[in-house]
């Protein structure tokens, strides 16, 4: 979502102010802390436009403050981000405007109706007329919401709540869309429709960073991104990740516990 320039003296501009042959995302040696606490290290890499690319690792690997930093929701504490082209903290207002930002717990107002929460969100970015009813149209249309718009979202089954969050994501147009385990939780089928959906935006020339929880639906991206104590431990695409094993989650295991000397002694034993 939009925020306000912190530098009263940078206006926002539009979207096309990104740099059309920069990646959609660059970090250069981008960390986090929390207190003395670390929860990013030393990260470093590039995502392309067009890119899906999935975040997957162990419990508190630090994948939710990556994709929190890339946002802009928070600020590393040393490194650089860039989205478009554009510095992520320098130029933050701006950077907003390329980003649909999905967090694990979406804030939808349950008590108002699937179109109204559209609604809103189209008044935050200021659309209204011929091109609402569009939009209305598009992201309540695929998501399979239309018949369902007079209905409370607080009403909604657990999938159709994940995908009126996507639709009010997608609601502005981004150019990059980040999902924190946006299918955590919801039933097979309806993680398949939310797929389904992410799909037809990678097929428009989205760029999606997206954290998952299952290895299947890591295998519906380009590319994987192996997290682990804040450290990128490997990347690079599904069958690359899983070369010389038996399956994914054989591959992650084996990768984690080779940099893990403390798991894997808890793992095997003495």
């Known amino acids: ?56 690792g162990s419990d508190g690997a630090g994948k939710t403050t990556l994709l929190r930093m890339v946002a802009g929701m928070i600020l590393p504490s040393e490194g650089r981000i860039y989205v478009g082209g554009l510095d992520a903290v320098g130029q933050r207002a701006r950077v907003k405007e390329l980003i649909g930002y999905m967090p694990q717990r979406f804030g939808l107002y349950p008590d108002l109706s699937v179109r109204e929460n559209l609604d809103f969100f189209m008044d935050i ?3 209204y007329g011929q091109e609402r009813v569009r939009r209305r149209q598009r992201y ?36 990059l869309l980040i999902l924190d385990e946006p299918t955590n939780g919801v039933d097979p089928v309806s993680r398949q429709e939310f797929w389904d959906i992410l799909a037809q935006m990678h097929a428009d020339g989205m760029t999606i960073f997206v954290s998952t929880a299952y290895l ?13 104590n804040g450290r990128t431990l490997a990347s690079g695409t599904p069958a690359q990740i899983q070369a010389g ?26």
């Open 1 to 56: 979502m939009p925020g306000s320039s912190e530098n009263p003296c940078s206006p926002d501009l539009p979207p096309e102010t990104s740099k059309p042959n920069a990646p959609m995302i660059q970090l250069d040696g981008v960390s986090k802390k929390f207190g003395d606490l670390p929860a990013v290290c030393d990260t470093t890499f590039s995502i392309g436009r067009g890119e899906t690319v999935g975040l997957v």
């Open 216 to 228: 299947d639906e890591g295998e519906k991206c380009d590319r994987l991104m192996l997290m682990h």
């Open 245 to 270: 094993f038996g399956n994914l989650e054989e591959a992650m295991i084996h990768r984690i516990l080779a940099a893990d000397s403390t798991l894997a002694e808890e793992h095997f034993g003495n």
């Open 125 to 127: 970015f200021s659309i």
């Open 140 to 175: 309540l249309g695929f998501s399979n919401l239309l018949p369902f718009e007079d209905r409370r979202a607080g009403d909604l089954s657990g999938g159709m709540k994940q995908k009126l969050g996507l639709a009010c994501v997608l609601v502005h147009q981004p150019q």
